[in-house]
C-alpha cells in the first residue's frame, strides 16, 4: 500500500527531453497534490515542480520556468515532470512526493507525506 515510483530517468545530450513519471499504487493519485523535487551530489534537495490534487494549479522553481511542465493523468493514476531543453546543471536524482492535502508552501520537502525511491538524470555531452 502507498506505494510512488518514478521512472524515465537516464542519459540525455544538453538540449535534449526526458519525460518523467510518478505512478501511484495503493491509493488514489487524485486525492493529493504531488511534487517533484531533485538532488545532486553536495547540494540541497531542492523542488522542482508541484501540482494540485485538482490539477488546476500549478506551481515551478525559477531555474525550471519555461523548460519544464508538470501535468497529471488521474485516470492513469500517473504524474508526469516533462524536461525539455536540459541542461547539465539539471542532472540530479529525481523524486516525487504526495500530499494528502495541498501543500501550504510547495518546495518544502516537509509537507509531503510519500516519496518515491527516485529516478536519476544525467545531462551531459
Known amino acids: 500500500q502507498l506505494q510512488l515510483v518514478e521512472s524515465g530517468g537516464g542519459l540525455v545530450q544538453p538540449g535534449g527531453s526526458l519525460r518523467l513519471s510518478c505512478a501511484a499504487s495503493g491509493f488514489t493519485l487524485d486525492d493529493y497534490a504531488i511534487g517533484w523535487f531533485r538532488q545532486a551530489p553536495g547540494k540541497e534537495r531542492e523542488g522542482v515542480s508541484c501540482?494540485?490534487?485538482?490539477?488546476?494549479?500549478?506551481y515551478y522553481a525559477d531555474s525550471v520556468k519555461g523548460r519544464f511542465t508538470i501535468s497529471r493523468d488521474n485516470a492513469k493514476n500517473t504524474v508526469y515532470l516533462q524536461m525539455n531543453s536540459l541542461k547539465p546543471e539539471d542532472t540530479a536524482v529525481y523524486y516525487c512526493?504526495?500530499?494528502?492535502?495541498?501543500?501550504?508552501?510547495?518546495?518544502?520537502?516537509?509537507?509531503?507525506?510519500?516519496w518515491g525511491q527516485g529516478t536519476q538524470v544525467t545531462v551531459s555531452s
Open positions: 512526493a504526495a500530499n494528502v492535502a495541498n501543500p501550504h508552501i510547495w518546495y518544502m520537502t516537509h509537507e509531503y507525506d510519500y
Open positions: 501540482i494540485s490534487s485538482s490539477g488546476g494549479s500549478t
